[in-house]
């Protein structure tokens, strides 16, 4: 029988963990003729969360506060339950949805899409942000963005870790860049969410993948299927060393994670020799994690023809693409914890000061369903 009220943490404005309040008595959603309801056993963590939650998405004045407003409104309002990349099994469905769906356990597309082009997304938005997310017990979504993924092999908080917001991020930046198969290819922030799957992509289609980040994590990303592990620390010789793993060869194409005074460095592997380029030079930036203002030379960019793309989220066809891979076994989970749900605060502080050893994901588990999903990959601090 479906309660009428559940579990969820829900957001009730801008800032601090505070604004994060776990509650009891939030009513349980009614699917609407076109969605399923899903009881959640998992949702993956993404920094966008607590973006949005401190207002970190400016598009005026770099000390505004706000959140996604590009069809021109705000769509995040109070209270908000947040979370993304929500796995779990549909216990109901709206009524042009066949109840033979009832028992699935699935994987869901995160977009709120602005309508129903296949390869285009102008105006993103998604679950946890525009409409309510996977931070509680049970969830109303759209049964054609909710995908059947059967794995045996993938327990649920594994099938949350590869969630399509950081999956379907990373692919659309390499198919904004036009990434093919024989490039080499810089994935800063290599051990997040993104620029881990960006690695594995990187392999699925054929391209070579260079990651940046900390020397204590290159066994793992060499693992996972990086060519070679550059340190993000010394700028002033991140060049020099970059070329030194690749023999010389200029960088084909970065994709951005971290953006601030790197991506100047990042731009310069690529421009080093056009002699032995044989197409444009190519950035992808996805995220600013090293600081939302980058001072380059627009010479540079003009008189090097490179070119820029700015990637939010993907399109449904690569969401269907990926979740292909995922059931096909091309894409392999990388997650690191598990928290539970009434443990969101921790999370977020474990997030924001995560360890050298840190690579992947972490999942949120609400408590009711813990033993089974989310005690095997509990964090070692809880």
């Given at each position: 029988?479906?309660?009428?009220?559940m579990h969820?943490m829900?957001l009730m404005?801008?800032?601090?963990?505070e604004?994060l309040?776990y509650?009891?008595?939030v009513?349980?959603?009614?699917?609407?003729v076109?969605?399923?309801?899903v009881q959640v056993?998992a949702t993956?963590?993404n920094?966008t969360?607590?973006?949005?939650?401190?207002?970190?998405y400016?598009v005026?004045?770099s000390?505004?506060?706000?959140s996604?407003q590009?069809?021109?409104s705000?769509?995040?309002?109070?209270?908000?339950?947040?979370?993304a990349?929500i796995?779990?099994?549909?216990i109901a469905v709206?009524?042009?949805v066949?109840?033979?769906?009832?028992?699935?356990?699935?994987l869901?597309?995160?977009?709120l899409?602005?309508?129903?082009?296949p390869?285009?997304?102008?105006m993103?938005?998604y679950?946890g942000h525009?409409?309510?997310g996977?931070?509680a017990?049970?969830v109303?979504?759209k049964a054609?963005q909710f995908?059947?993924?059967?794995?045996?092999e993938l327990?649920?908080?594994e099938?949350?870790?590869?969630g399509?917001c950081s999956?379907?991020t990373?692919y659309?930046?390499?198919?904004?860049?036009?990434?093919?198969?024989?490039?080499?290819?810089?994935v800063?922030?290599?051990?997040?969410?993104?620029?881990?799957a960006?690695?594995q992509l990187?392999?699925?289609?054929?391209?070579?993948?260079y990651?940046?980040?900390?020397?204590?994590?290159?066994?793992m990303?060499?693992k996972l299927?990086?060519e070679?592990?550059?340190?993000?620390?010394?700028?002033?010789t991140f060049?020099?060393?970059?070329l030194?793993?690749?023999?010389?060869?200029p960088?084909d194409a970065v994709?951005d994670?971290?953006?601030g005074e790197m991506?100047?460095?990042f731009?310069d592997?690529m421009?080093q020799d056009?002699?032995?380029?044989?197409t444009?030079?190519r950035?992808?930036?996805a995220?600013?994690?090293g600081?939302n203002?980058?001072?380059?030379?627009?010479?540079k960019?003009?008189?090097?023809q490179?070119?820029i793309?700015g990637?939010?989220?993907g399109?449904?066809e690569?969401?269907?693409?990926l979740?292909?891979?995922?059931?096909?076994?091309?894409?392999?989970?990388v997650?690191?914890?598990?928290?539970?749900?009434?443990?969101l605060?921790?999370a977020?502080?474990?997030?924001v000061?995560r360890n050298?050893?840190f690579l992947?994901?972490?999942v949120i588990?609400?408590?009711?369903?813990w033993?089974?999903?989310?005690?095997?990959y509990?964090?070692?601090s809880?």
């Open positions: 029988m479906i309660p009428s009220v969820a829900c404005g801008h800032g601090g963990v604004q309040v509650k009891s008595d009513p349980v959603p009614t699917p609407n076109d969605e399923v309801l056993t993956a963590k920094n969360d607590r973006k949005a939650r401190e207002g970190l400016p005026g004045s000390d505004e506060v706000t996604f590009m069809g021109g705000p769509t995040l309002t109070f209270p908000r339950i947040q979370g990349d796995v779990g099994r549909i709206g009524h042009q066949s109840s033979s769906r009832i028992g699935e356990r699935g869901l597309d995160f977009n899409y602005p309508d129903h082009r390869d285009l997304n102008l993103p938005d679950y525009g409409a309510d996977g931070y017990e049970y109303a979504v054609e995908y059947h993924i059967p794995n045996d327990s649920d908080a099938l949350a870790s590869m399509m999956y379907q990373a659309h930046m390499l198919t904004a860049a036009k990434v093919v198969s024989g490039e080499r290819v810089l800063s922030g290599a051990s997040g969410g993104v620029g881990t960006l690695i990187c392999r699925i289609i054929g391209a070579i993948p990651a940046v980040s900390q020397l204590s994590k290159g066994e990303l060499m299927g990086a070679e592990v550059i340190d993000r620390g010394d700028l002033n060049v020099e060393r970059t030194a793993k690749t023999k010389g060869k960088i994709m994670l971290v953006g991506t100047d460095r731009i592997t421009i056009m002699h032995q380029r044989k444009y030079p950035l992808s930036i995220g600013a994690s600081g203002i980058s001072q380059m030379m627009w010479t960019i003009y008189l090097y490179v070119q793309f990637v939010s989220h399109t449904q690569e969401a269907a693409q979740m292909k891979w995922i059931r096909g076994g091309q894409l392999k989970p997650l690191h914890s598990a928290f539970k749900l009434s443990e605060h921790q977020e502080a474990f997030f000061s050298q050893q992947g994901k972490i588990v609400p408590d009711s369903q033993d089974i999903h989310g005690k095997p509990a964090n070692p809880q």
